[in-house]
């Protein structure tokens, strides 16, 4: 098919130069030959076919704005909250709002940048815009989260290319504070409060049959319920949550002192990890689209003891303010004695990312005044509780099974390196591995060689 659309242009060419040496083509000649030569080429432009025949795609259509002008060059993702399929389109700098236009198949999306999100109605998370085909939904606005006591009120996914990692939102606990006192001064709640209230107000206990690690949980919802589970986990146990199917909605999960386990704005299906207190555990599931779902629950024997709690770098590679960010974490770190940096370069320092009791993460940087930006990044590391025996991406930090070469670390540990990738920005080349209930992560800009030693030296620095 290629050499018949090449072999139609020659004779179309070929026709102009037999006119030309005849005297000249006249009009209508250009003409029919400019028309053909146009029709060959666009037949030839895969571009100009329907990416995906059958399906009619729909538009978002909106501004994005900063605090102040100017406002940046940014790139607005629009993420399928089912699928996780995205399209984006980047705008260019201006003194004001920058238009965008999404073209999207039908369905349900957060639009956000980096930083910047399309809230929902009260302001607390991402709104859902829903797209049919051919449809056209203008007035999207993104724009930088507003401010309460709880700092910003939303925050916003990672890039699904991985070019920046997500930004953290408030708390449930402190959500709950501000939204508690908004409504006592009110003297009334909003219909969104009435909803959180009446599933907090009643949420069904999960209980287990005698001797037994496992439940399954069975319910129905309509779209945008909300319903609200708690169960008894003891300090130690592993506890695990899944829904099923993953894109009926999404969980939060927190303890009854205020702990957050998974929070909302992360749109999880699942959530599994060491409880850190013995207490009473919540659970909301909220649903986005109507139908049946299940909750897989499960929550180990009480015997069952923690060792990697043990493990901590006996040599600090950070001042005593900088480890007391990591130890408050209650996640047990596994890090090097040292990051080695060049003459004349200021010595590496942790920045958070974000963290929890499930997880966390820290950019390395060049100097305590970077604070995760890319021209002084020297790395980053992480740590999350993983009984699953299979390592998994965190926010931000995404795990390729399929990039991932197998390596032998030290002290008969097995790991998995992931070489760096370049496209708008170069990302770290990473080393993963698993110990003792736990998976950790360390990338730089170096070498394969030099992340390999500087993840040997974590494990010899921190392995009891």
């Not at 028309?35 to 571009?47: D, G, K, R, Y």
């Not at 909003?190 to 909803?195: A, E, K, M, R, T």
Request: charged share 10%; net charge negative.
């Amino acid at each position: 098919m290629k050499g018949q659309r090449t072999f139609s242009l020659i004779l179309l060419v070929v026709l102009m130069v037999a006119l030309t040496a005849c005297g000249g083509p006249s009009k209508e000649d250009q003409i029919a030959v400019v028309v053909a030569l146009t029709q060959t080429a666009a037949a030839a432009s895969p571009a100009q076919a329907s990416a995906t025949p059958g399906i009619q795609m729909g538009h978002i259509v909106g501004t994005v704005h900063g605090v102040a002008p100017p406002t940046p060059g940014l790139t607005i993702y629009a993420v399928e909250v089912s699928t996780q399929k995205w399209v984006s389109v980047d705008t260019p700098e201006t003194q004001g709002a920058a238009p965008f236009t999404l073209d999207v198949k039908p369905g349900t999306y957060v639009v956000f940048s980096r930083g910047l999100g399309y809230p929902s109605q009260d302001g607390w998370s991402l709104g859902l815009v829903k797209v049919e085909g051919g449809q056209t939904v203008s007035g999207i606005e993104v724009r930088p989260p507003s401010q309460s006591d709880c700092g910003s009120m939303f925050g916003t996914p990672a890039s699904p290319d991985g070019r920046y990692p997500a930004t953290a939102g408030p708390s449930d606990t402190c959500k709950a504070k501000v939204m508690a006192t908004q409504q006592a001064e009110a003297g009334q709640q909003s219909p969104v409060d009435q909803n959180v209230a009446a599933a907090s107000a009643a949420p069904q206990r999960i209980e287990f049959a005698m001797g037994a690690t496992s439940t399954v949980v069975h319910n129905h919802l309509p779209v945008g319920g909300l319903q609200s589970y708690v169960l008894g986990a003891s300090a130690g146990q592993e506890m695990g949550i899944e829904l099923n199917p993953s894109q009926s909605g999404y969980l939060s999960i927190w303890g009854a002192d205020g702990t957050i386990l998974l929070k909302e704005d992360e749109r999880g299906a699942s959530w599994r990890g060491i409880v850190p207190t013995s207490q009473d555990y919540y659970i909301d599931f909220n649903s986005i689209s109507s139908g049946d779902y299940t909750l897989d629950v499960y929550i180990s024997p009480l015997s069952q003891k923690n060792p990697a709690q043990k493990v901590f770098p006996r040599m600090q590679p950070f001042a005593p303010t900088y480890m007391q960010a990591i130890t408050n974490t209650g996640m047990p770190s596994m890090l090097p004695p040292a990051f080695p940096v060049g003459n004349g370069l200021p010595a590496v320092v942790p920045y958070p990312i974000f963290s929890d009791t499930n997880s966390y993460a820290f950019s390395l940087d060049y100097g305590p005044d970077c604070q995760g930006a890319g021209a002084c990044h020297f790395g980053a590391f992480t740590a999350a509780a993983n009984s699953t025996g299979a390592i998994i991406g965190l926010n931000g930090f995404p795990f390729n099974p399929g990039a991932a070469q197998k390596i032998s670390l030290n002290q008969g540990i097995t790991g998995y390196f992931i070489n760096s990738a370049c496209g708008a920005n170069c990302s770290d080349a990473t080393v993963w591995w698993m110990y003792n209930g736990y998976q950790y992560s360390l990338g730089s800009k170096g070498s394969r060689d030099q992340v390999i030693a500087l993840a040997n030296a974590a494990i010899d620095n921190s392995k009891p």
